[in-house]
């Protein structure tokens, strides 16, 4: 059956629209959107879809083909239910957009399709926030930009779920454009498309197909650590967030931060916000080879100073390089989930063959290697 008869079969009416998100990558820049810098994320050809159709009342209903779980809410009295993470996503938004004070006129029928693996740091969950603030502003003519689409989804992702996570994800997601990465300034929320022209190089997405675990909770840990590492530092600085701060005022700094630990994180941020820069600057000249190099001390300083990688991470990674990328590092907020890697693009097959072989020499489990497009953000589809 095609989306429109399955909707038919659930819904009971025939459906109006679908509506399409991208998953994302980030290229550099980890974990530095919730310290004011800048990152380099861009939207790759994975998708989530939103099959739809207007009520005549004003329930929101929601089914699943991937939990093939179904809940409805109405408009008029929106809670939250713990029970059902995913539909508390969909929720969050219309909770959200009416306190904004956006008017929605009728409920929906939603029908959720999705290619993006759950869980695994491609961000399937920012695609949906996205997917939904984009369809609901599309339906009822609302409006919104799509640099406010990415704030109100990240609202929901802060205020109604509880999650402290930065902007990255959503922006990257509403804010995608073919072949382009985007440079992202979390502090001042501006950003610049910047041409992924990479010649005979190409990124691919390597998964670990280990589930993050604890990510809520190590992720605001990690917030947290770097809330106090600011704090120390402002002691002596007058500073906005850490990413205002260059190595070498960190090493004067360094008796200012006593816990071994504050100081690590707060050195991987402030390290990963210098390599940002070589990151973007050997794009702009076309140095694939600084490129690679970059990638591979991002990811040992994920690794050992903020230590988000973990050992499946690392196996891959590690994988990779032995399969001939020129660099490789995890992506995303860590603690399993994917990675990428900078490989020559005709190598692919043989790359893809060597890196499932060593990681599952060294992990007994099976990874996934993905050939993924740069992508346009969330889009109508045309054939509906
Ligand atoms: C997750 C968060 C983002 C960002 C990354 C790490 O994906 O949602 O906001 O902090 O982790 O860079």
């Known amino acids: 059956m095609d989306l429109k008869e399955l909707f038919r079969a659930y819904f009971g009416c025939d459906s109006t629209a679908t509506y399409r998100a991208p998953a994302r990558i ?59 993470a995913w539909a508390n996503y969909v929720f969050g938004v219309f909770s959200i957009l009416l306190d904004e004070g956006y008017k929605i006129p009728n409920g929906l029928n939603i029908l959720i399709d999705s290619e993006i693996p759950l869980g695994s740091g491609l961000s399937s969950s920012a695609a949906l926030l996205d997917l ?67 010649g005979d190089y190409t990124f691919v997405v390597l998964k670990t197909n280990v589930p993050r675990s604890l990510v809520s909770s190590k992720y605001n840990e990690r917030v947290e650590e770097c809330q106090k590492g600011l704090e120390l530092i402002r002691k002596k600085m007058n500073v906005n967030n850490l990413c205002e701060i260059s190595v070498l005022e960190l090493e004067r700094f360094k008796d200012l931060i006593s816990d071994e630990i504050i100081y690590q994180r707060v050195k991987h941020v402030i390290s990963e916000r ?13 140095e694939i080879v600084s490129l690679g190099k970059i990638l591979n001390e991002s990811h040992l300083s ?52 060597e890196v499932l072989n060593e990681y599952s020499n060294l992990t007994e489990l099976h990874a996934d290697v993905l050939e993924v497009d740069i992508v346009d953000g969330p889009t109508k589809c045309l054939l509906h």
């Open 26 to 84: 980030n290229l550099i820049g980890e974990h530095l959107d919730y310290n004011g810098g800048l990152v380099l994320p861009a939207a790759i050809s994975l998708y989530i879809s939103a099959t739809i159709s207007v009520r005549n009342d004003s329930k929101i209903k929601v089914y699943s083909l991937n939990t093939k779980t179904g809940f409805e809410i109405d408009l008029k009295e929106i809670r939250k239910d713990s029970k059902y």
């Open 274 to 286: 210098h390599r940002v820069h070589l990151f973007v600057e050997a794009l702009k000249k076309k």
């Open 132 to 198: 939904i603030v984009y369809l609901t502003s599309e339906t009822f003519s609302l409006d919104i930009s799509l640099e406010k689409i990415a704030k109100l989804a990240q609202r929901v992702e802060n205020d109604y779920l509880g999650l402290k996570s930065g902007i990255m994800d959503e922006a990257a997601i509403a804010l995608g454009k073919k072949n382009h990465c985007l440079l992202l300034n979390c502090q001042e929320y501006e950003y610049e498309q910047i041409p992924l022209d990479l």
């Open 302 to 353: 994920l690794k050992d100073d903020y230590e988000v990688s973990g050992p499946y991470l690392d196996a891959i990674q590690i994988a990779a390089i032995h399969a001939g990328a020129i660099g490789a590092r995890m992506t995303g907020a860590g603690f399993g989930g994917c990675a990428i890697a900078l490989i020559k693009k005709d190598s692919f097959t043989k790359f893809r063959e």
